[in-house]
């Protein structure tokens, strides 16, 4: 229903007075990416990070990750038991810095500029943890209040990487929990193949990058930044390239319809059946 709304731009009518008080907190910093993630074209380009918890035996932990989008490499990371800590931000913010201050140096790129983008969380939005990026090349993107969508790759990243510690590296039962994150990390780095690198490796794709074999598109510097939701764009796009060809929305659902049904057809195993398979045209009628 919220989708269907934001799409037709419908909005709830209540019977509540309204009122014109501004928001008392405004966003710490733009968000630079929104939903423009696959226009990242270049390592260090625009990096990621939030923090996620989870419990090993009987102890409470926090891990922060900081990511490179490009690449899906984990730049640097921090982790510690005391709940509410603000260690593990500032240890892995300084691994992040020296991955991006390496790649510079060699690569010769000192001009290029590096977006960290985080969530609105206190530590990230905090004076001292903008102190240490403050003589970098680096500028500070962050998600609307309340709207992780806007983090989508750190957010599923965080997800799946806590379900591998899990099942493949027994995190839960682990003595040394900072070993078994470390160990996992660098398998992650130089080992594990990730299908949106078609199947490479973070490092194996970054070494591909910079010996010339993956080529930069030039895409990043022509986002268009929109708070429309992705989905919903997409969509009123594809009515109006059916309103151009005389269709309605109407018809265009019948026509996604159909097609949906055509495809469940052709891949549908074979009959073994004696009965012969109908035809594709009774199938649609």
């Given at each position: 229903m919220r989708r269907a709304f934001g799409y037709l731009d419908i909005e709830s009518?209540?019977?509540?007075?309204?009122?014109?008080?501004?928001?008392?907190?405004?966003?710490?910093?733009?968000?630079?990416?929104?939903?423009?993630?696959?226009?990242?074209?270049?390592?260090?380009?625009?990096?990621?990070?939030?923090?996620?918890?989870?419990?090993?035996?009987?102890?409470?932990?926090?891990?922060?990750?900081?990511?490179?989008?490009?690449?899906?490499?984990?730049?640097?990371?921090?982790?510690?038991?005391?709940?509410?800590?603000?260690?593990?931000?500032?240890?892995?913010?300084?691994?992040?810095?020296?991955?991006?201050?390496?790649?510079?140096?060699?690569?010769?790129?000192?001009?290029?500029?590096?977006?960290?983008?985080?969530?609105?969380?206190?530590?990230?939005?905090?004076?001292?943890?903008?102190?240490?990026?403050?003589?970098?090349?680096?500028v500070r993107s962050c998600s609307r209040a309340g709207k992780p969508t806007d983090n989508p790759v750190n957010e599923s990243l965080n997800g799946w990487i806590k379900e591998e510690l899990m099942i493949d590296f027994d995190l839960y039962n682990a003595w040394d929990v900072p070993q078994v994150i470390d160990a996992y990390i660098a398998f992650y780095n130089t080992e594990r193949p990730s299908y949106s690198l078609g199947y490479a490796s973070p490092d194996e794709y970054y070494r591909r990058f910079i010996d010339g074999e993956i080529k930069r598109k030039d895409t990043f510097k022509d986002r268009i930044l929109d708070e429309t939701p992705k989905f919903i764009r997409e969509r009123r796009k594809k009515d109006g390239a059916a309103h151009d060809f005389g269709i309605d929305g109407d018809d265009l659902e019948v026509m996604d319809d159909l097609v949906s049904t055509a495809d469940a057809w052709i891949m549908a195993p074979v009959s073994t059946n004696e009965e012969p398979i109908p035809s594709l045209v009774s199938t649609l009628l």
């Open positions: 009518k209540t019977k509540h007075k309204k009122r014109d008080n501004p928001r008392k907190r405004k966003d710490p910093y733009p968000n630079l990416v929104f939903a423009t993630w696959e226009t990242v074209d270049r390592p260090r380009q625009v990096i990621v990070s939030d923090m996620t918890a989870f419990w090993a035996r009987f102890d409470y932990w926090e891990l922060t990750f900081y990511f490179d989008v490009f690449t899906k490499e984990i730049l640097g990371r921090g982790i510690t038991r005391r709940r509410g800590c603000t260690d593990p931000y500032y240890e892995g913010l300084e691994q992040a810095i020296k991955k991006i201050t390496d790649h510079l140096e060699y690569t010769g790129g000192t001009d290029e500029m590096s977006i960290i983008h985080t969530d609105q969380g206190s530590v990230y939005t905090s004076m001292a943890y903008n102190e240490v990026i403050k003589d970098k090349n680096i």
